[in-house]
């Protein structure tokens, strides 16, 4: 592995204990990544997609909230991605990637020339084989 764009579910799943079984994988690509020296590329809308589902869904306060991202954004390895490539975005949303976020994620993949994804979303898995993208799990 060398590098990976993450989605937010993975996110989510690293921090929160919805899902034991995806809170290892989560956490087994971290881990993975700070072994080997890869970078995990987190793009902008998926860390405010982030801040969304954690103070609206979970509650977390601001404060909380804040201190979460800054323990994120330390971890060695992990990059956050300001730019969106708006053309190749648009040019994948709705048509190919009818979720707004998943045509980012995808976009940000193909710009950063990053073949893997990390997401737990198996119907995005299954449409961005068909863009060249790979997951990481599967």
Known sequence: MTA??????????LLLERNVE??????????AADA????????????????FVLSGLYERTAGETH???LDL???PGVSPVNDLPWP???????KELPDFAD????AVAEALRVEVVAT???PLVRKLRKLGLRSYWA
Do not use: C, K, M
């Not at 990976?4 to 993975?10: G, I, K, S």
């Open 73 to 75: 954004l330390s971890h």
């Open 103 to 106: 045509a980012a994620l995808a």
């Open 22 to 31: 995806q809170q290892r994988l989560a956490r087994g690509l971290f881990e």
């Open 88 to 94: 190749r975005l648009l040019e994948l949303w709705p």
């Open 36 to 51: 080997d020296g890869a970078v995990l590329y987190l793009p902008q809308i998926a860390l405010a997609d982030l801040v």
């Open 120 to 122: 737990f979303d198996r």
């Open 67 to 69: 201190e979460i991202l």
């Open 4 to 13: 990976v764009v993450v989605d937010t579910n993975v996110l989510v799943s």
